[in-house]
């Protein structure tokens, strides 16, 4: 069983592009989360999914970032004309739809806004 | 999600046991408390997590207390490995990677 997958590991994007980041939760897993990791700080949550649906996207910034689990494919977090502040490293973690169980964490993606 | 506090540092020696303290004052009813590790800057690694009873798993024991104000994580044998960031996080039974990460505990495991 796979652990949660995230790609890329590393994204370069130039001020103004798109950065698209992937994340595909462990087998039987319906809940994902995105949390952002700005350097030498803590992990922040932005946002919590299950298929189809958001469901607390309260640490998720106004404007420029969405996100969506769709019913088939990965996890998909966007930014829009990414700005240097940008530049960090995105965790993905995922959960079964089961209480008091444990969330896993992906390796990251780590962005960089040149 | 209740708020926790954990020392931001501690040593330990080789092989001893490593005890991370953290306090949860404020934790509800339906709040787990779940201990994640961050080596380097890799994702967040689960190590163990409770309710009420102690639990131990083959990584750590956790222990907490009978308020459920407090836990402390065992690692009964330190390795140099152990190195790392460890975070000491309560969240619902319904959602538990919904979780406030705050600064943590770094662990040093010295020779």
């Known amino acids: 069983n796979a652990g949660v997958m995230q790609n890329p590991r590393h994204l370069v994007r130039r001020r103004g592009q798109e950065a698209r980041l992937r994340c595909s939760p462990m087998k039987g897993h319906s809940h994902v989360y995105w949390y952002r990791q700005l350097p030498e700080e803590g992990l922040k949550f932005m946002v919590y999914l299950q298929k189809e649906n958001i469901i607390d996207e309260s640490g998720m910034p106004k404007e420029r970032f969405s996100a969506e689990f769709p019913k088939e494919g990965p996890s998909i977090l966007r930014i829009q004309q990414v700005v240097r502040g940008d530049s960090a490293a995105y965790f993905c973690a995922s959960s079964p739809d089961i209480q008091g169980t444990e969330a896993f964490f992906g390796q990251g993606t780590r962005l960089t806004v040149v | 999600d209740a708020k926790t506090t954990q020392p931001p540092s501690m040593d330990c020696a080789e092989g001893r046991a490593a005890n991370l303290p953290c306090n949860h004052s404020?934790?509800?009813?339906?709040?787990?408390v779940y201990w994640y590790r961050q080596i380097h800057s890799q994702g967040p690694q689960y190590i163990i997590h409770?309710?009420?009873n102690n639990e131990t798993n083959e990584m750590a024991s956790l222990i907490i207390t009978e308020d459920r104000k407090s836990s402390t994580l065992i690692l009964p044998h330190a390795t140099l490995r152990d190195t790392a960031v460890y975070y000491c996080?309560?969240?619902?039974?319904?959602?538990?990677?919904?979780?406030?990460f705050g600064d943590g505990t770094t662990l040093t495991v010295k020779p």
């Open positions: 996080i309560v969240s619902a039974a319904t959602n538990a990677g919904k979780s406030t």
């Open positions: 409770g309710l009420k």
């Open positions: 404020t934790i509800s009813g339906n709040e787990y």
